[in-house]
């Protein structure tokens, strides 16, 4: 945890088109507040200048005063839907920024957590345990077989909020898959270490989709794929859009598979940050906008009243080699043989606190087991 000698760049690289790229959640004009995420605007996003891609046209040349450590932001990815279908939030992530503002702690919640996910009122839902990635789900529905991400990140925040003890994030961002792809497409691919071998579920060598059984046409079961596979090597690589965003969703032959694969998103959003860094984006405005703007509708971020751009001049003390990567560690959760879902590992509830107490560095050097140490 020693902090870098090098020369600091600002963090907004990896907590926005990364804080997108990969993961990251809310607006619509979205504050999280509380164990509420309230609607701050009547009107469109675009209006208010708050979506990335469309920062406000009066973005500050001086970090705003109330952009300050302590800090939490949540995140979230989802995979494309329409508004006629549930989201689920395939990743969770939270940054925590100390204080200090000179360091970021990253970790993941597992999509598959067994937890209390609170009443809704906006959808009727009484509340109950489930999976923790369906609780965009129970949140999203507006009538009419409709559903808004924005609204069902408002019960994924209030959720996490109740899991970790977390009273208020400062910013958030939702990421479609579809529009993370993009970013990095605009890009021109990502660099990052691939730490084991890892082979897709999804995609042949040539990145074409795998064929299907054919009595799995209906999507009705758990394995339909056949055929040659995409293999990740061990090794540093430097990855085309398709293949960066193929090797993170990977999860089903890894030894510990999701847990696995939400180190593996960290480790591509540190990536990004350095290719971003590496390009002069974060020092450009017009090479910003137009990144994130290849994310279009896809990318979602509220900064709580502030434009990226303020946010990337109240985080440039930070430097994509300060972000330490935790893992929390977990097991399956059964009710006699029928599995339920994950449970945290003893410790995290510990951890959790020293989040709210940001004392995260000091609870690490006590229990170093908590650190991704391949990130």
């Known amino acids: 945890m020693a902090k870098s000698a090098k020369r600091r760049a600002p963090l907004w690289a990896r907590l926005s088109a990364i804080f997108g790229a990969v993961l990251m959640v809310t607006s619509g004009g979205v504050l999280v507040t509380g164990s509420t995420l309230i609607s701050k605007y009547t009107g469109s996003i675009e209006a208010d200048g708050s979506l990335i891609g469309a920062p406000a046209a009066?973005?500050?040349?001086?970090?705003?005063?109330?952009?300050?450590?302590?800090?939490?932001?949540?995140?979230?990815?989802?995979?494309?839907?329409?508004?006629?279908?549930?989201?689920?939030?395939?990743s969770i992530i939270v940054a925590h920024i100390p204080a200090s503002m000179d360091q970021v702690y990253m970790f993941s919640i597992p999509r598959d957590l067994y937890v209390d996910i609170p009443a809704f009122s906006k959808t009727g839902f009484g509340g109950g345990k489930s999976k923790i990635n369906a609780a965009m789900s129970y949140g999203s529905s507006v009538g009419n077989g409709k559903h808004d991400v924005?609204?069902?990140?408002?019960?994924?925040?209030?959720?996490?909020?109740?899991?970790?003890?977390?009273?208020?994030?400062?910013?958030?961002?939702?990421?479609?898959?579809?529009?993370?792809?993009?970013i990095v497409e605009a890009l021109g691919g990502v660099t990052m270490k691939?730490?084991?071998?890892?082979?897709?579920?999804?995609?042949?060598?040539?990145?074409?989709?795998?064929?299907?059984?054919?009595?799995?046409?209906?999507?009705?079961?758990?394995?339909?794929?056949?055929?040659?596979?995409?293999?990740?090597?061990?090794?540093?690589?430097?990855?085309?859009?398709?293949?960066?965003?193929?090797?993170?969703?990977?999860?089903?032959?890894?030894?510990?598979?999701?847990?696995?694969?939400?180190?593996?998103?960290?480790?591509?959003?540190?990536?990004?940050?350095?290719?971003?860094?590496?390009?002069?984006?974060?020092?450009?405005?017009?090479?910003?906008t137009k990144i994130l703007g290849a994310a279009g509708n896809a990318l979602t971020f509220d900064g709580n009243g502030h434009s990226v751009l303020d946010w990337g001049l109240a985080l440039k003390g930070l430097d994509t080699d300060s972000m330490v990567s935790i893992k929390l560690s977990g097991g399956g959760l059964y009710d006699g043989p029928k599995y339920l879902g994950e449970k945290l590992a003893t410790g995290s509830d510990d951890f959790f606190e020293a989040v709210k107490q940001d004392k995260i560095q000091e609870f690490l050097l006590a229990h170093p087991e908590f650190v991704n140490k391949n990130s």
């Open 150 to 182: 924005k609204q069902g990140f408002q019960l994924l925040a209030a959720t996490v909020e109740q899991l970790t003890g977390i009273k208020e994030f400062q910013a958030g961002a939702i990421i479609n898959f579809g529009g993370f792809k993009n």
């Open 194 to 288: 691939i730490d084991m071998v890892v082979k897709s579920e999804h995609l042949q060598p040539n990145g074409k989709p795998r064929p299907r059984r054919p009595e799995c046409a209906k999507n009705n079961c758990d394995h339909p794929y056949i055929g040659p596979q995409k293999t990740y090597k061990p090794g540093t690589y430097h990855l085309e859009a398709w293949e960066a965003l193929d090797y993170v969703r990977q999860r089903y032959g890894l030894p510990h598979s999701d847990y696995d694969r939400q180190r593996h998103q960290q480790q591509f959003i540190k990536a990004m940050a350095k290719e971003v860094m590496s390009k002069g984006v974060i020092t450009s405005p017009t090479k910003m």
């Open 58 to 90: 009066g973005a500050t040349k001086a970090a705003p005063a109330d952009i300050k450590g302590p800090m939490n932001i949540l995140m979230a990815g989802i995979d494309p839907r329409n508004d006629h279908t549930a989201p689920l939030s395939d």
